[in-house]
C-alpha cells in the first residue's frame, strides 16, 4: 500500500504563489506517475497536475498552464506543485495521487490518494 500525505496547504492572497508537497511512503515511488487534483465544494474534482515516473512528461489541466509547474525529486520521494499567480478560483482542497499504469488526468486511473491539504485564495 502506498500512502501519500500532502502538506502546504495554507490562506493566500489572489496573485500570490505556494508550494505544495507530496511525500510517498514507498521505496519503489519512481514507478508510479503522479497526479495532483482538486476539489471545491459543490464542485467536481478537477485535473490539475501530472508527472511521469522519471519526471520526463508533465501534463497539466487547461486552466492552470503557465501558472503551475509540477516536478518531483524521487530520491526523496517527493512530488511538488509550485503555483504561481493564484486566483479565488484556485481554491480548494489539493489531492495527490499515484498511478500504477496511467499516465492519464482521469481521476479513476489513480490507486492511491491522500487526504488532500487546503488551499484558500482570497482577499
Known amino acids: 500500500q502506498v500512502r501519500l500525505n500532502e502538506s502546504g496547504g495554507r490562506y493566500v492572497q489572489p496573485g500570490g504563489s505556494l508550494r505544495l508537497s507530496c511525500a510517498a511512503s514507498?521505496?519503489?515511488?519512481?514507478?508510479?506517475?503522479v497526479g495532483w487534483f482538486r476539489q471545491s465544494s459543490g464542485k467536481e474534482r478537477e485535473f490539475v497536475a501530472c508527472i511521469s515516473g522519471t519526471g520526463t512528461f508533465t501534463k497539466y489541466g487547461s486552466s492552470v498552464e503557465a501558472r503551475f509547474t509540477i516536478s518531483r525529486d524521487n530520491a526523496a520521494s517527493l512530488v511538488y506543485l509550485q503555483m504561481t499567480n493564484l486566483a479565488p478560483e484556485d481554491s480548494g482542497t489539493y489531492y495527490c495521487?499515484?498511478?500504477?499504469?496511467?499516465?492519464?488526468?482521469?481521476?479513476?486511473?489513480?490507486?492511491?490518494w491522500g487526504r488532500g491539504t487546503q488551499v484558500t485564495v482570497s482577499s
Open positions: 495521487a499515484a498511478a500504477t499504469n496511467a499516465f492519464s488526468q482521469i481521476s479513476t486511473e489513480y490507486d492511491h
Open positions: 514507498t521505496p519503489t515511488f519512481g514507478t508510479y506517475t
